[in-house]
């Protein structure tokens, strides 16, 4: 029988977690998408997608640059970028945007956050573009 407590403490935690994700945080960064939105227009932050040209022609978060995470120059592409400023990527599920967080931090960006998948980012309200 004292199993069951724990396993009411795994799901207390569980619903707790889904809680704060579904208030409207994206990623790791703790910020709703209007604030990460609002950060990019006024050119305090970088939003950048890692997929594809042809991923990002088929569909992209409006005010993105496209920085492709699998070609062969992306550290020298994503260096251009002012390093002082928040960088926020995405990419289709996560993945590719986790990985190229991690290679930021090793380029010594000042803050990298993988907000996550191209399909849940515009469902949390950030805007797309064709």
Known sequence: MKKLPLLFLAIFLTLSAYAQTSQGTL??????????????????????????????????????KNIDFRAADFKSQISKLDRSKPVYLYCRS?????????????????????????????????????
């Not at 594809?52 to 005010?63: S, W």
């Not at 849940?120 to 573009?129: C, H, I, T, V």
């Open 27 to 64: 990623g790791d960064t703790h910020k709703s998408p209007e604030a990460i939105l609002q950060e990019v227009k006024t050119g305090k932050a970088y939003l950048v997608d890692v997929r594809t040209p042809e991923e990002y022609g088929e569909g992209h978060l409006a005010h993105s």
């Open 94 to 130: 996560g993945n590719r945007s986790g990985k190229a967080a991690d290679t930021l931090q090793t380029l010594n960006f000042k803050a990298a956050y993988n907000i996550g998948g191209f399909v849940d980012l515009k469902a949390a309200g950030l805007p797309a573009e064709p």
